[in-house]
């Protein structure tokens, strides 16, 4: 089968290709060009162009930086300028990277697409989203691709449980990214400030406002909303005793702290709701739910009226999060989700 395989020229991209050429498959490699720095000669693409010369594949440049400004850049300044805490990566998944693919593999006659991340697709009926078997499962960011897109999705690396074994086969086929170390920020934040990236690159300013206590009393001054995000402790102040962001509330510009034991909930809102087969199982069903990355799922009753998902969690979870996403697994099967309101 010919497949069309998104490459970076970083470790997983270069394993994925190995994995797909022992599985017989002819590929191509495609490089996207996704943030404002990345051009023909920039440092990713050259990477992308030595890993598929290495591979022996075909590498196609696909310029996707107005769609990835459109659909990750600006929902991510509004989303600060709202006080909600976005996830980027979920944005760019669907409506950038595999979008990008599919019609960059249309141009060429090529069905099946392919990337490096860790996830699984289940195609024993239609298409389903699974977990991979490594830790590093990223499912959690991929639970908004549509059921078109799934149909067409390979993930060579999900069955790795974990990376040192995609490591490994990189060095063994000579790749230069084997000993590469993974990265851990935003691919348009380098250096990871998010704040400095809002107010210098894209001219976004946020007035002081008021801290203020879980019962509204005013309690010190914070230097603008865009500073802060759920759960934050850093940079708060002192107040005696460590706080914590409960919330933020743009309208007013305040921001709430509490106390560590105050930061739980046993409840949350989602909407703009989204589902990996299409549809939601039921208006009411019970499943495991993530709210953040690096959290476990946890049971978690939900309710579905007028698109938005009312969720009961058994036990309360810590800070649950304007903007991040709220994921829904019946076992290893991602069922869908949606951002937490």
Same mark, same amino acid.
């Given at each position: 089968?010919? $497949?069309?395989?998104?490459?970076?020229?970083?470790?997983?991209?270069?394993?994925?290709?190995?994995?797909?050429?022992?599985?017989?498959?002819?590929?191509?490699?495609?490089?996207?060009?996704?943030?404002?720095?990345?051009?023909?000669?920039?440092?990713?693409?050259?990477?992308?162009?030595?890993?598929?010369? #290495?591979?022996?594949?075909?590498? $196609?440049?696909?310029?996707?930086?107005?769609?990835?400004?459109?659909?990750?850049?600006?929902? &991510?300044?509004?989303?600060? !300028?709202?006080? !909600?805490?976005?996830?980027?990566?979920?944005?760019?998944?669907?409506?950038?990277?595999?979008?990008?693919?599919?019609?960059?593999?249309?141009?060429?006659?090529?069905?099946?697409?392919?990337?490096?991340?860790?996830?699984?697709?289940?195609?024993?009926?239609?298409?389903?989203?699974?977990?991979?078997? @490594?830790? #590093?499962?990223?499912?959690?960011?991929?639970?908004?691709?549509?059921?078109?897109?799934?149909? !067409?999705?390979?993930?060579?690396?999900?069955?790795?449980?974990?990376?040192?074994?995609?490591?490994?086969?990189?060095?063994?086929?000579?790749?230069?990214?084997?000993?590469?170390?993974? @990265?851990?920020?935003?691919? &348009?934040?380098?250096?990871?400030?998010?704040?400095?990236?809002?107010?210098? /690159?894209?001219?976004?300013?946020?007035?002081?406002?008021? &801290?203020?206590?879980?019962?509204?009393?005013?309690?010190?001054?914070?230097?603008?909303?865009?500073?802060?995000?759920?759960?934050?402790?850093?940079?708060?102040?002192?107040?005696? #005793?460590?706080?914590?962001?409960?919330? $933020?509330?743009?309208?007013?510009?305040?921001?709430?702290?509490?106390?560590?034991?105050? !930061?739980?909930?046993?409840?949350?809102?989602?909407?703009?709701?989204?589902?990996?087969?299409?549809?939601?199982? @039921?208006?009411?069903?019970?499943?495991?739910? #993530?709210?953040?990355?690096?959290?476990?799922?946890?049971?978690?009753?939900?309710?579905?009226?007028?698109?938005?998902?009312?969720?009961?969690?058994?036990?309360? /979870?810590?800070?649950?999060?304007?903007?991040?996403?709220?994921?829904?697994?019946?076992?290893?099967?991602?069922?869908?989700?949606?951002?937490?309101?």
């Amino acid at each position: 089968m010919k $497949i069309l395989l998104g490459m970076s020229g970083g470790v997983d991209s270069c394993a994925a290709v190995r994995v797909l050429q022992n599985e017989g498959h002819e590929v191509v490699g495609c490089c996207l060009l996704m943030t404002e720095h990345a051009h023909e000669n920039s440092e990713s693409t050259l990477r992308a162009k030595q890993a598929a010369a #290495k591979s022996g594949i075909e590498l $196609i440049i696909h310029d996707c930086r107005e769609a990835f400004r459109q659909f990750v850049v600006e929902p &991510f300044a509004e989303a600060y !300028r709202h006080g !909600r805490t976005p996830n980027p990566c979920v944005e760019c998944n669907p409506a950038v990277k595999i979008a990008a693919l599919c019609k960059a593999a249309d141009s060429l006659g090529i069905y099946a697409v392919a990337t490096g991340h860790y996830a699984k697709i289940d195609r024993t009926q239609k298409a389903k989203l699974c977990c991979a078997d @490594s830790p #590093k499962d990223q499912t959690y960011f991929l639970y908004r691709l549509s059921p078109e897109q799934l149909d !067409r999705l390979y993930f060579p690396l999900g069955s790795f449980t974990d990376k040192a074994q995609v490591r490994a086969l990189a060095e063994q086929a000579g790749f230069t990214a084997a000993d590469a170390r993974d @990265s851990q920020e935003i691919c &348009f934040l380098p250096d990871g400030d998010y704040t400095r990236y809002l107010t210098e /690159q894209l001219g976004i300013t946020a007035k002081p406002g008021a &801290f203020l206590d879980l019962a509204g009393n005013v309690i010190g001054e914070h230097k603008g909303i865009i500073h802060y995000t759920a759960g934050q402790r850093k940079g708060l102040g002192a107040f005696g #005793k460590p706080m914590y962001v409960k919330s $933020i509330c743009p309208s007013d510009n305040t921001v709430t702290l509490c106390a560590a034991d105050e !930061r739980f909930s046993d409840t949350a809102q989602a909407e703009n709701l989204t589902w990996c087969s299409g549809q939601a199982p @039921s208006d009411h069903f019970t499943a495991q739910v #993530k709210i953040r990355s690096t959290a476990k799922a946890a049971p978690c009753e939900i309710t579905i009226a007028d698109g938005i998902a009312q969720l009961r969690f058994e036990t309360p /979870q810590l800070s649950p999060s304007r903007g991040q996403s709220a994921v829904f697994y019946d076992g290893n099967v991602v069922l869908g989700g949606g951002y937490i309101v």
